[in-house]
């Protein structure tokens, strides 16, 4: 079946200290992935897209940065969080290249403290 | 730029009653549309999407939508709410990125949907 896990469910973390957010999809490959930013009260912004291995296209800019050393990995890290960072983390997947449809997994809930 | 817009932020209806949630969105060329529904502390479920065709598509959990290319709206409607339908709705409309290799979603702001008894 077709699945999206996102690891950790949740995370706090003081200001300054590295991050790294995993994103792992089962049941399709070579997806297209995503990283999206819910913060509260402004939406979902999305961050970094993923069209292949080793791929990666930022949409903002920031102190964020993500990789994809796999196919269906996807991994958002920082060396140092702002408290800007916190939010609400979601990767999405296109489990059918071509269909345009983006599949959310459950998503990471981030507090920089 | 495309753009999403839902003009309300919050509303409230009675179990049992109608429900229309409005979208507008601005983008200049045939636009791909979704609504999704997020529970708190929940990611994004896909409750239906429009690329072409029917301009009314059926979605799940007994929702629909109707695309009007006249008004750039795309309105989530149900017949009869249910409690379990409290939640926070989102519009989006899907664009190709300059390279043609995937398509970006551009999210409104979402509307709070608040059940009543």
């Known amino acids: 079946s077709q699945t999206i896990h996102q690891w950790p469910a949740t995370l706090v973390q003081p200001v300054g200290s590295p991050l790294s957010l995993e994103c792992t999809v089962e049941?399709?490959?070579?997806?297209?992935l995503y990283w999206y930013r819910q913060a509260a009260g402004r939406g979902l912004q999305l961050l970094f897209y993923?069209?292949?291995?080793?791929?990666i296209s930022s949409e903002v800019p920031q102190n964020l940065s993500a990789s994809r050393p796999q196919d269906r990995q996807f991994i958002l890290s920082s060396k140092k969080l702002l408290l800007s960072d916190s939010g609400f983390y979601l990767c999405?997947?296109?489990?059918?290249?071509?269909?345009?449809?983006?599949?959310f997994g459950p998503g990471t809930r981030l507090t920089v403290l | 730029a495309q753009s999403v817009t839902q003009p309300d932020i919050h509303i409230t209806v009675s179990e049992g009653a109608s429900l229309e949630l409005r979208c507008n969105y601005s983008y200049g060329a045939t636009p791909y549309l979704f609504w999704y529904v997020q529970s708190p502390g929940q990611g994004l479920q896909l409750l239906l999407k429009y690329f072409s065709g029917d301009t009314l598509v059926q979605g799940i959990k007994g929702f629909e939508a109707e695309f009007k290319r006249s008004q750039s709206s795309f309105n989530l409607r149900k017949p009869s709410v249910h409690w379990s339908d409290a939640a926070e709705y989102f519009c989006a409309v899907g664009f190709l990125i300059s390279s043609g290799s995937a398509r970006q979603l551009t999210f409104g702001s979402g509307t709070q949907l608040t059940v009543l008894p």
């Open positions: 993923s069209v292949g291995i080793g791929q």
């Open positions: 999405a997947c296109t489990f059918v290249r071509g269909t345009d449809t983006q599949y």
């Open positions: 049941g399709t490959s070579n997806p297209n």
